[in-house]
């Protein structure tokens, strides 16, 4: 390289002659390119920074119509019992089993007590008949046979059915279908950051989910996250995660993570112990959807809960602390929720996300907050009704 110095050695002039010509500093350029481009893919390969491989092709749905604010329905979750507090419905099998033995037990009485009071008055006429023949016709009428044949009937009729038909309040629980949250995206970063725009899309077919989000400040910045996987009892399972950051200026940067069951390998390439439950970048705000639907005695103020998570190259474990109940004013209309922080020990450039989620609109996330420190932050806020597929 010591061809290329500016300093000319001595007898060879100021530089060297390829230097001295126009298309000398071309070739240079071209050389420098070349080094880089090498060390881009050495990042690429070492920090994951490359394309990889192809992410898993999107669920196409459509959704046509728009999520309204409602109640909240009781909801039970097949779960193990260790894990979840769910509301009971094990009072309703007793009722069915106790229903046919009162039905059975009033039924065999009313028949005994009739025919023994019966035959006493034939037998007082008997006595009676020799001085008086006349009133021989008045015990033989037989409506007195007739009146308990229609007791007897009485007893089954009353059955306990439909207090037995009330009894389960808890419906089981059912996967919402795909929903898509656009939200209004504004922040600070060296200045105010206003008018980004940002999407989830929660996406199902059958016992596969994809959560894609997308989230751009016109042409300066965009990001993209997907996570693919599985549903089960433990709620949602990744798979794999793909993650892409674009800025102005500056290559792509790539990654992603492999979810096994017992290892995950992150996107340089280690692996690490998997746990049960483990959450990435997209699919938390899902999973933890899922947990106040099927849970929602864990959305009171004061309650924390503990989600695994796996963060760009490091493994976390975050608590979640339901700071206080507020009520947004959204562009659609005021929406009752619950906020909720990441309390956490954050290492320098790392977001901490707040979320505020909404009984009335499933438990989705209406706002959330992804804070690095007090000037730097990103906001989003939900910009109109959620949108849905039909079931």
Not at 127 to 148: F, H, R, S
Not at 310 to 316: A, D, E, G, H, M
């Amino acid at each position: 390289m010591a061809e290329f110095a500016l300093a000319g050695a001595p007898g060879r002039g100021p530089g060297h002659p390829l230097l001295r010509r126009p298309s000398g500093w071309l070739v240079l350029a071209l050389i420098v390119g070349l080094h880089l481009l090498a060390a881009d893919e050495l990042l690429s390969d070492r920090f994951g920074w490359g394309e990889g491989e192809k992410a898993p092709p999107r669920i196409e749905v459509a959704f046509v119509r728009e999520l309204q604010q409602a109640a909240p329905a009781p909801v039970a979750v097949r779960a193990p019992a260790a894990e979840r507090a769910l509301p009971s419905v094990t009072p309703a099998p007793p009722a069915p089993a106790s229903a046919p033995r009162r039905a059975d037990k009033p039924a065999p009485p009313p028949p005994q007590p009739e025919p023994a009071a019966l035959p006493p008055p034939p037998a007082q006429v008997v006595a009676e008949a020799a001085p008086a023949p006349a009133p021989a016709p008045e015990p033989a009428p037989p409506p007195p046979v007739v009146e308990p044949v229609a007791r007897v009937a009485e007893p089954p009729q009353p059955a306990p059915a439909p207090a037995v038909a009330s009894a389960p309040t808890a419906e089981p629980f059912e996967w919402p279908p795909s929903t898509r949250l656009s939200y209004a995206l504004n922040g600070y970063y060296r200045g105010p950051i206003e008018g980004g725009k940002a999407q989830v899309d929660w996406l199902r077919s059958g016992s596969r989910y994809q959560v894609r989000l997308e989230a751009s400040i016109g042409p300066l910045f965009s990001r993209q996250a997907s996570s693919d996987g599985e549903l089960g009892d433990r709620g949602l399972s990744p798979r794999r995660f793909d993650g892409e950051q674009k800025q102005l200026l500056r290559a792509p940067r790539r990654w992603s993570q492999q979810f096994g069951p017992e290892r995950i390998t992150m996107p340089d390439g280690r692996e690490i112990d998997s746990v049960p439950g483990v959450q990435d970048e997209a699919s938390q705000f899902v999973q933890l959807t899922w947990l106040f639907t099927t849970q929602p005695g864990l959305l009171q103020v004061g309650k924390t809960l503990e989600l695994p998570l796996v963060l760009n190259k490091r493994f976390y474990r975050w608590i979640y602390e339901v700071d206080q109940q507020e009520t947004l004013n959204l562009p659609f209309g005021p929406v009752a929720t619950y906020h909720v922080k990441a309390r956490r020990l954050a290492e320098r450039g790392d977001l901490t996300p707040e979320m505020w989620f909404a009984p009335s609109l499933q438990y989705l996330p209406v706002r959330i907050l992804l804070r690095q420190d007090e000037s730097t932050f990103i906001d989003l806020t939900l910009s109109k009704p959620p949108l849905q597929a039909a079931k």
